[in-house]
């Protein structure tokens, strides 16, 4: 369940870092809710094929407990990283009970709206 919570979780937040640093033109995303969070996903086929190719490929290894950090880069036209974010796994167990399931999703709720709080100023108004 840990990791399906996770991947559920980097899905929206890539999704959100793409809108947010306007990687690709706003038109091509549509305003969902999650976490009680407002976020933006993107609706263009390739990209969404794209991330879920990329999140499914460490599925296994986020549900045998060996991901210990998924790191996302924004690069310049000349491959320059500009922006780096760094995902830390710190779960010492695969599975998680119900006590903390409503504490985890407050937490990747917050981690979302950093994500929009520290988006360039433009985005803010």
Known sequence: MLAEILLEFFEA?????????EIYPR???DKRKLYNTTIWMSRHPEINQYIIEVLQSMQIWLIQGLVKKLIVVIENTNSEPIETFNFEICAKQTQINDD???KLQ???QEFLTAIIFFAPQQLKN
């Open 13 to 21: 937040a890539i999704h959100l870092i793409l809108y947010t640093r």
């Open 106 to 108: 407050r937490n990747l």
């Open 27 to 29: 038109e091509l995303f």
């Open 100 to 102: 903390n399931l409503q």
